[in-house]
Nanobody, 125 residues
Framework: QVQLIESGGGLVQAGGSLRLSCAASGRTFSTVNMGWFRQAPGKEREFVAGISWSGGRTLYADSVKGRFTISRDAAKNMVTVYLQMNSLKPEDTAVYYC????????????????WGQGTQVTVSS
């Protein structure tokens, strides 16, 4: 059974930091590209960051460049993807989702085949 489980969300003041984690298991995620998306109330789900299956390439939305860093660790039967979020702003408040895709450099939700359940990030001003 394929599982993507996010953790690390919470409430933080503006300017603070959080690190999200996504544990992916159930298939060969070591050869799959991973991404983070977020969805704020009343808004569409949007791409935040992506990382290639090897970890050698990354991609960021303009709104988070220089503040967020995506990384990944691969172990036997499991891949963990991280999203380090610094200098958080109230507009970063959203539910953050981890997702997997076979297509590199795509920011379209339809290209992502597997999704986690999401973790809430709330940034207070």
């Amino acid at each position: 059974q394929v599982q993507l489980i996010e953790s690390g969300g919470g409430l933080v003041q503006a300017g603070g930091s959080l690190r999200l984690s996504c544990a992916a298991s159930g298939r060969t995620f070591s050869t799959v590209n991973m991404g983070w998306f977020r969805q704020a109330p009343g808004k569409e789900r949007e791409f935040v960051a992506g990382i290639s299956w090897s970890g050698g390439r990354t991609l960021y939305a303009d709104s988070v460049k220089g503040r967020f860093t995506i990384s990944r660790d691969a172990a036997k039967n499991m891949v963990t993807v991280y999203l380090q979020m610094n200098s958080l702003k109230p507009e970063d408040t959203a539910v953050y989702y981890c997702a997997a895709t076979a297509t590199w450099r795509t920011i379209t939700t339809l290209d992502y085949n597997y999704w986690g359940q999401g973790t809430q990030v709330t940034v207070s001003s």
